[in-house]
């Protein structure tokens, strides 16, 4: 439910200006009224405008509403060094990720912008071996798969031509797999966690929402020191395999598609210099 307190409400028209789907009615001389409550998409933009805490949201109780610290947040600089120094850090090691370190990483995915508030985007965190292990083996499964068809002398012959890139990338995915034979994780670069950021299936705008989640995630897990890594192979894999297959091995809920796989570890080193780009 949605109130406006007409006693503390100052009638400064703030709420009215930032509500995305123009509820708040606030008229000079007039009680404060709303428009069409139900469609209101709960981001609760009223709330943090609000001089004098006169709107009250159901999905906002007080304990949730909270003053901005401004002497906290980075400068420009700061966040522009932060940015242009994160890197894909491959140098994981086996030292476990700092549990205070994940939920961070976690609480800054989850507060970045979805369409229309949606908030369907749905995080899932696998830190255990098994699973892990089983996501590269499903993975390092598919590219060999594709790999014997791709290098069948017939087929190579025809297909060579118009798929330049994907044959000269073999010889790569080739040293990989023994690399998996070896009891290593190539594909997922060695990750003691995964961060698996999915949306359902037919949501339209799934990938955006989920790919945003991913970069707030990924700043924060640089400015912690923990590596991250697009898993762009898993989430290629995963894509080829089926959204229900690719949910079980996941650990997704059904019907949920992966649009974004963090790889996370902790570096043997972290980068000294970064280059123009
Ligand atoms: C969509 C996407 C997929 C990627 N897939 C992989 C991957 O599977 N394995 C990997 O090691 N790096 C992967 N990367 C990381 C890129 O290789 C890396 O971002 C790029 O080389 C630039 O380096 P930087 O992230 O350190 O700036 C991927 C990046 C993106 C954006």
């Given at each position: 439910?949605i109130?406006?307190?007409?006693?503390?409400?100052?009638?400064?028209?703030?709420?009215?200006?930032?509500?995305?789907?123009?509820?708040?009615?606030?008229?000079?001389?007039?009680?404060?009224?709303?428009?069409?409550?139900?469609?209101c998409i709960s981001c609760g933009?009223?709330v943090?405008?609000?001089?004098?805490?006169?709107?009250?949201h159901d999905a906002f109780?007080?304990?949730?509403?909270?003053?901005?610290?401004?002497?906290?947040?980075?400068?420009?600089?700061?966040?522009?060094?932060?940015?242009?120094?994160?890197?894909?850090?491959?140098?994981?090691?086996?030292?476990?990720?700092?549990?205070?370190?994940?939920?961070?990483?976690?609480?800054?995915?989850?507060?970045?912008?979805?369409?229309?508030n949606s908030r369907?985007?749905?995080?899932?965190?696998?830190?255990?071996?098994?699973?892990?292990?089983?996501?590269?083996?499903?993975?390092?499964?598919?590219?060999?798969?594709?790999?014997?068809?791709?290098?069948?002398?017939?087929?190579?012959?025809?297909?060579?031509?118009?798929?330049?890139?994907?044959?000269?990338?073999?010889?790569?995915?080739?040293?990989?797999?023994?690399?998996?034979?070896?009891?290593?994780?190539?594909?997922?670069?060695?990750?003691?966690?995964?961060?698996?950021?999915?949306?359902?299936?037919?949501?339209?705008?799934?990938?955006?929402?989920?790919?945003?989640?991913?970069?707030?995630?990924?700043?924060?897990?640089?400015?912690?020191?923990?590596?991250?890594?697009?898993?762009?192979?898993?989430?290629?894999?995963?894509?080829?395999?089926?959204?229900?297959?690719?949910?079980?091995?996941?650990?997704?809920?059904?019907?949920?598609?992966?649009?974004?796989?963090?790889?996370?570890?902790?570096?043997?080193?972290?980068?000294?210099?970064?280059?123009?780009?």
């Amino acid at each position: 439910m949605i109130n406006i307190d007409s006693d503390k409400c100052t009638r400064c028209g703030k709420c009215r200006t930032v509500c995305p789907t123009s509820i708040p009615i606030i008229e000079k001389g007039h009680m404060p009224r709303l428009r069409h409550p139900e469609a209101c998409i709960s981001c609760g933009h009223c709330v943090d405008v609000c001089p004098t805490g006169a709107f009250e949201h159901d999905a906002f109780p007080a304990k949730n509403i909270h003053t901005v610290n401004r002497d906290l947040l980075p400068s420009p600089e700061s966040l522009m060094e932060l940015i242009r120094s994160r890197r894909s850090n491959r140098t994981i090691t086996a030292a476990p990720i700092p549990r205070h370190a994940l939920d961070m990483i976690l609480e800054a995915a989850r507060y970045a912008p979805t369409a229309e508030n949606s908030r369907q985007v749905h995080l899932h965190l696998v830190t255990d071996w098994k699973t892990l292990h089983d996501i590269e083996a499903a993975t390092m499964g598919f590219f060999m798969r594709l790999a014997r068809v791709m290098l069948f002398p017939p087929v190579k012959t025809i297909l060579r031509p118009f798929m330049r890139k994907l044959y000269d990338e073999a010889p790569a995915l080739l040293s990989m797999n023994e690399k998996f034979r070896q009891g290593q994780h190539p594909s997922i670069c060695e990750a003691t966690a995964l961060l698996v950021i999915s949306a359902p299936r037919g949501y339209d705008f799934g990938s955006q929402d989920c790919n945003l989640a991913y970069q707030n995630a990924s700043l924060m897990a640089e400015s912690l020191g923990v590596s991250q890594i697009y898993m762009g192979f898993v989430q290629t894999a995963m894509f080829m395999m089926g959204t229900r297959k690719a949910a079980r091995i996941l650990g997704i809920p059904h019907g949920h598609k992966a649009f974004a796989i963090m790889g996370l570890g902790m570096p043997a080193f972290r980068y000294g210099r970064y280059t123009d780009r």
